[in-house]
């Protein structure tokens, strides 16, 4: 519009509609079209790797969960699996089950420059973590990363992700994770065995051809795991992710180790000592108790049993028996923590005090274990640090 009126002004006869095809047809702030291309994979050369977030409903539940797929570039080949969450510990299972399914390695795997895979750098500047980076080269390849916003280099990965929501998630519901994750490699055994009208062939037959050119599986694989450690709480529980696990009621207090695997958690108190739980996603914050970790009918802690400490007052001082069963009923602290402190009173002050403070407390219903203190020592600097009254000397 601006030039439009410039050129009116310096006498030009021309509309407005006649600049713009002007302009069209001499490319005058015009970007260029260019050619999209194709993408050539020989085979085994790379695998592509991505995460889309999905709905799904997992034992009557719904949850946002992360699809993670993996598809062999040359056969078309795709495996996935559903998690409520992706993290490093979750690529590194998938990652596993993936080339497991695939039944070899290929050079390379493609990613969408992810935190869980990139410390930093994009594209072909980017540097893994170093824990991915050993995890690759336990089986042979090597993590590359696309440009940011080429999308088009990711493409035999990205999609499949329509394909999975409207087809194998439509109208499905799952029992448990697990069982979600059967099912979707029971899906991916389908569709890799039919014909791609896209590709005109069928993954399954590629990835015959394919598979010869992947490089062979370790001859041992170990099991992906992380480790927690943990300090057994009050109850006899280990807590990781949200989720409570039973242990002997011996572990409390104790440090432990637990070992996080796909499918178990393993706590581990020393060599010997040893429990195996199988592992909860979904939902967080429950408990799960073994059957061998129930006190029997008629044996848990009854809410009556004496506390250590009290014991020890009424050893050391029977005659207050009476104003520490009213401490435990009226006193506002926690009856554990109040105890505590009346039997740090009784071993740190003269017994004559502290005995004359606690009767005078008990007359007048005080349990405030401050207030008891000041009054022990008020007795005590009065009894024991007594000063005498001298006449002052004349020549001072």
Not at 32 to 47: N, R, T
Request: aromatic share 10%; glycine share 6%; with cysteine.
């Amino acid at each position: 519009m601006r030039v439009h009126e410039e050129l009116t002004a310096a006498g030009a006869a021309l509309s407005y509609p006649a600049l713009t095809a002007f302009c069209r047809r001499q490319g005058i702030g015009q970007t260029p079209v260019v050619a999209a291309g194709q993408y050539h994979f020989e085979p085994g050369v790379e695998m592509q790797h991505d995460t889309s977030p999905h709905t799904v409903e997992v034992g009557g539940s719904k949850y946002k969960a992360q699809t993670a797929s993996a598809v062999l570039c040359y056969s078309r080949l795709l495996f996935f699996q559903i998690n409520p969450t992706f993290q490093r510990f979750d690529c590194k299972t998938f990652l596993t089950d993936a080339l497991k399914y695939m039944g070899g390695v290929p050079k390379r795997v493609m990613i969408d420059n992810t935190h869980v895979v990139v410390l930093r750098g994009t594209g072909k500047e980017m540097i893994p973590v170093p824990e991915m980076e050993v995890f690759g080269e336990r089986f042979g390849f090597r993590f590359v990363a696309h440009q940011i916003g080429d999308a088009n280099r990711s493409a035999r990965v990205e999609r499949p992700f329509f394909f999975i929501e409207n087809n194998f998630l439509a109208g499905r519901t799952f029992a448990s994770w697990n069982d979600l994750n059967q099912q979707a490699r029971q899906w991916c055994d389908r569709v890799n065995a039919t014909y791609k009208k896209h590709i005109r062939a069928v993954p399954r037959e590629l990835f015959a051809v394919e598979r010869l050119h992947l490089k062979p599986l370790p001859a041992w694989i170990p099991e992906v795991y992380r480790l927690h450690p943990r300090t057994v709480d009050v109850e006899g529980y280990v807590s990781v992710n949200s989720v409570r696990y039973s242990v002997p009621v011996s572990w409390i207090g104790r440090r432990v180790e637990a070992r996080e695997t796909r499918d178990k958690i393993e706590i581990e108190l020393d060599a010997r000592h040893l429990v195996t739980h199988v592992r909860a996603v979904t939902p967080q914050s429950q408990r799960i108790t073994l059957a061998e970790h129930r006190p029997p009918r008629g044996e848990g802690v009854k809410r009556g049993d004496t506390h250590p400490e009290e014991a020890a007052i009424l050893q050391a001082a029977p005659e207050i028996a009476g104003y520490v069963t009213a401490l435990k009923q009226k006193g506002r602290k926690v009856v554990a923590l109040a105890l505590r402190q009346l039997l740090r009173l009784l071993k740190e002050y003269p017994r004559e005090p502290f005995l004359a403070a606690v009767r005078e407390a008990a007359q007048y219903g005080l349990y405030d274990l401050d207030r008891l203190e000041r009054m022990i020592l008020r007795r005590v600097a009065r009894d024991y640090f007594l000063l005498l009254e001298t006449e002052p000397d004349p020549h001072d």
